[in-house]
């Protein structure tokens, strides 16, 4: 967030001012201070839309406290209640609303994802029946309600905009539709039914109808990657399907520290799923050079930043490299940041699934910002894969001998210089920013203030 607050900007779109800024309601259900990756897409809209004459009112529920915030008050944010549907159940079935099912029965887990294990079959199966159709649906009524208080109040909103996951905002936003009676434009940062993480059958048609249902009265579908539009232009052939990619805020990284670690260090953060976005395949290489005496032990350090995974530390001890490998858990964002800019070398992990090409990782935009070598390990080729060739900030290494090449010619530029040289090309990073992305909005919704259904979309749009 700038000095201004989240939602202030200090330059203007030339001919733009407050009496000719129109209006959007922002629909999130994350956002700041959250420091979740689903949060920076609204706040990045709210605070640089103001440039392209668009000023945002962002409606969000009230789950974290916002104390300090600089944007508590500001009339801009509107706050609505929040009802956790899990955590009521669970106090009506006299447990603690807090603390895990599994943790409160003396249940086993499984330390592996996808459970076949019959009691977590039931747990799960009653949990998709208490929270239908997404875990955040408590939100709905809080956020109904204070749209209809908007409605009856000046000044009139010009278009919605919803942002999901959760899948709850788009709910949202097909009925503030019919209350504010505007455009409505539903934004994707992850897929709906389309997502191929969710792959539970059950999820999957329960859910097909009602995408479909809730998305046909909307004006547009933006999501984050070509193949993602691609998806949800075969799911919904008569809506506008505009690709607007994800970015990163320059004044994020504006004033962290530039001085690079004394070691060879190899930096991770984010969440980790196992089998899907693994590092195995780097502590492999990592173990074989060690082994091979091609890289010293006491030169490296990998660093992993993000919630704590038993099975990574697993990981690292069977490749024996205790000595190289630290997992700090969760850090601030602030110091997430600080710890990408000074690293040697960043990591990014693919998503497994070899039918998954449209994936870029939130990550990846941050690591740009952060100016730092990117290797990106597993996957298959796809936008990642582009992004990182069309920017020379980094390499998709799609094998381990593209992996071990990589760090092996790092290592060495580490060994000669002292630092691993940086080779972005600023022009074709300059597309990744939060003000390329929040100009091809204004784009799409200058579009449609025109008509409830635009017939044309200057920024990517293909039906």
């Known amino acids: 967030m700038d000095a201004n607050g989240p939602y202030e900007s200090s330059r203007s779109e030339p001919g733009s001012s407050a009496n000719t800024m129109r209006r959007v309601l922002l629909i999130a259900f994350r956002y700041p201070p959250s420091e979740a990756i689903g949060a920076m897409r609204p706040a990045a809209l709210a605070k640089y839309l103001p440039q392209f004459g668009w000023q945002a009112t962002v409606l969000t529920p009230e789950v974290e406290h916002r104390a300090g915030d600089p944007g508590l008050g500001d009339p801009r944010l509107i706050e609505t209640g929040y009802e956790d549907v899990i955590s009521s159940w669970k106090s009506k079935l006299g447990l603690d609303g807090k603390l895990g099912v599994h943790e409160q029965l003396g249940l086993p887990e499984s330390s592996k994802p996808r459970s076949n294990l019959l009691h977590t079959y039931v747990l799960d199966l009653a949990k998709y029946v208490i929270t239908y159709p997404d875990e955040t649906r408590g939100w709905i009524p809080f956020a109904l309600k204070e749209i209809e208080q908007i409605r009856d109040r000046q000044p009139k909103i010009d278009a919605i905009l919803t942002t999901s ?83 990163f805020d320059p004044d994020h990284f504006s004033s962290l520290s530039k001085e690079l670690t004394p070691k060879f260090t190899i930096t991770y953060a984010g969440r980790l799923y196992q089998g899907q976005r693994d590092p195995r395949l780097l502590f492999e290489v990592l173990a074989d050079l060690i082994s091979e005496q091609v890289m010293q032990p006491e030169d490296i350090q990998v660093r992993f930043y993000g919630p704590d995974e038993p099975w990574v530390t697993a990981q690292v001890q069977q490749y024996g490299l205790n000595q190289v490998v630290a997992v700090h858990g969760m850090v601030t964002r602030d110091e997430s940041l600080q710890r990408q800019a000074e690293s040697q070398v960043l990591l990014l992990l693919g998503w ?24 990106a390990i597993g996957g298959s080729r796809g936008v990642l894969t582009e992004a990182l060739e069309q920017t020379h900030a980094g390499i998709h290494a799609l094998s381990k001998d593209q992996v071990r090449n990589f760090l092996v010619a790092a290592y060495s530029e580490f060994k000669a210089a002292g630092y691993v040289p940086y080779h972005g090309e600023e022009t074709a990073i300059d597309r990744y920013t939060h003000i390329r992305m929040a100009r091809q909005y204004a784009e799409l919704l200058n579009s449609m203030s025109h008509a409830s259904r635009p017939s044309a979309v200057a920024v990517g749009a293909s039906r």
């Open 165 to 247: 996951p959760p899948i709850t905002s788009h709910l949202i936003g097909c009925k503030a539709k019919k209350i504010l009676g505007c455009p409505w434009v539903a934004d994707f940062r992850d897929l709906w039914t389309q997502n191929l993480a969710n792959s539970h059958p059950m999820l999957r048609s329960l859910q097909i109808g009602l995408e479909r249902r809730t998305l046909k009265t909307a004006d547009a579908l933006v999501t984050v990657s070509a193949p993602w539009a691609e998806r949800l232009r075969k799911g919904h052939p008569a809506q506008t399907v505009v690709t607007i990619e994800n970015g």
């Open 352 to 375: 497994a699934d070899p039918r998954e090409t449209g994936q870029h990782s939130g990550k990846l935009f941050e690591y740009f910002g952060a100016s730092r070598p990117i290797l």
